[in-house]
């Protein structure tokens, strides 16, 4: 899942650490064995001779791959200080102390200051971030021929992430009301705030799905009725009754390939890319289905809600210790008096996207571990060693990622293992073939699985939810990427 990434620049405020932003060639396989779903067993028994797919991975790294995935990730480095530079400028050119001055003059009650100063903020902000956001989400796209995106279009979708931030931090007074947590309790502000997060990534959460993703794509139902019929029977066999199958031009925007899991309750979806539905055969989707019907199983929204609720106390606390120091000595500078005037919003963004970097290799872990444990339970589910391999291939090919980047790459940008990691997992992990149980799906546990139901979406998926190249191995996508 994942709301806009434009809306981060005021996680410090809003606690809105949603970073959840929580996928057909033939070969052999060996004979389907008892609790194997027949189909896909039949089937992957059919194909041909063996392929050496790690050569293969390795082969489709082409330079030109290579080049992306590298710029890719010195803009995963580059960004959180080239937003640190932006709410510098704001600072010390006095901009923001005028913006506060603007707004005082066009509204009196604090929410009517708060909400003119965070218009004032986006739309300055944007500007003064364009030149990145424009290079990473557009130039550097179509340079390699991922975006099938008019410039009109990128700006159009930015402009509605702006509205979003605006929405959501303004219009619902989370703002207004953090900055009174502020004044009336500076030295324990951060922790209150920090008590305020698990309720609002719920929220986030429940409202992506529903209310931010249908404004950047269009939702229809999957007209290919024998793979939404497929799909819902593996669904069911996972003990996850499902009800509606869905798909979403996110064709309209790349030609990326990409499935994640988002929502919960009404909300609750498993979403795939139209461009996957196209790129991949069907035993494929199947597998990556099982990846996605993992997630929730395993019930990994919920644990990433707890997870990052947790990590976003951490970052408050970090932002406070630096915070009040700096708002005593640079304050005067800076054209305010104390931490609680909504001039220095650009300080607290500042320091919010300086602590978010340091955490990210405990967040980026985090994420790693659930990904592999859905690997895990989709091949235990379909037991497509095969398809699930020829899945992570393409997906990694078509989205031009590293499939062996450096430990320390890894280790600070990557949400999912590495490509040629999860290759090699899918292909040697065959328990059932020793007459083993699985480590996360048994048939004998079914019966009892929650019969809580869930919509599976075959998505064209949008903007709104740019969760992590998921089936790809990549890392989290900054903003407008």
């Known amino acids: ?40 067993s039949a089937q992957s028994a059919a194909e041909g001779p063996p392929r050496d797919y790690l050569a293969e991975v390795r082969a489709n790294f082409t330079p030109e791959n290579r080049a992306y995935a ?20 704001l600072l010390f050119t006095g901009l923001s102390a005028r913006m506060r001055d603007l707004a005082h003059a066009l509204g009196g009650r604090r929410y009517a200051r708060v909400l003119a100063y965070l218009v004032l903020y986006s739309a300055v902000g944007f500007v003064l971030a364009l030149p990145l956001l424009w290079y990473e989400g557009f130039a550097l796209e179509h340079r390699y021929g991922l975006s099938n995106q008019s410039l009109g279009a990128w700006l159009g979708e930015q402009g509605k992430i702006v509205m979003f931030e605006v929405l959501f931090l303004g219009v619902i007074p989370i703002l207004a009301l953090a900055y009174r947590s502020v004044e009336r309790h500076p030295r324990s502000w951060w922790l209150r705030l920090g008590a305020w997060s698990l309720p609002l990534i719920i929220a986030m959460v429940l409202v992506d799905p529903l209310v931010i993703e249908p404004a950047f794509n269009k939702f229809t139902p999957l007209a290919d009725q024998h793979l939404k019929a497929r799909i819902l029977a593996l669904a069911e066999r996972a003990g996850v009754p499902a009800r509606k199958v869905y798909q979403v031009d996110r064709s309209a925007q790349t030609n990326k390939y990409n499935a994640y899991v988002s929502g919960f309750g009404p909300s609750q979806r498993v979403v795939l890319w139209d461009t996957t539905l196209r790129g991949m055969t069907e035993d494929e989707i199947l597998f990556v289905t099982g990846h996605e019907i993992g997630h929730y199983r395993l019930l990994h929204i919920w644990k990433g809600i707890v997870v990052f609720s947790g990590t976003s106390l951490i970052v408050l606390l970090l932002t406070w210790l630096a915070a009040t120091p700096l708002a005593r000595r640079f304050g ?29 290799p405990a967040t980026m872990a985090f994420s790693r571990r659930i990904e592999h444990e859905a690997d895990i339970f989709a091949l235990e589910l379909t037991h497509a060693n095969d398809a699930g391999a020829r899945a992570f291939i393409k997906l990694g090919s078509q989205n031009r990622s590293d499939p ?33 149980p699985g480590r996360l799906y048994r048939e004998d546990r079914r019966r009892g699985a929650s019969q809580a139901p869930i919509r599976v979406t075959v998505r064209h998926a949008g903007p709104a939810t740019e969760a992590a190249s998921l089936m790809a191995g990549s890392r989290v996508p900054k903003r407008g990427a």
């Open 1 to 40: 899942m994942a709301a806009r990434d434009m809306l981060s620049d005021m996680r410090v405020l809003t606690l809105a650490l949603a970073l959840l932003a929580l996928v057909g060639h033939a070969h052999a396989q060996p004979a389907p064995v008892p609790g194997a779903p027949a189909a896909l």
């Open 70 to 89: 590298s710029a890719r990730v010195a803009l995963g480095f580059i960004e959180p200080f080239y937003m640190v530079l932006v709410s510098a400028i």
């Open 332 to 360: 005067p500078r800076w054209g305010f008096g104390s931490l609680h005037d909504v001039a220095s919003v650009p300080l607290l963004a500042a320091l919010l996207d300086l602590s978010v970097f340091l955490i990210q």
């Open 404 to 436: 062996e980047p450096s430990r320390w790459v890894e280790f600070f940008e990557y949400s999912h293992p590495p490509l040629a990691e999860r290759v090699r997992f899918a292909i040697e992990y065959r328990p059932w073939e020793q007459g083993r």
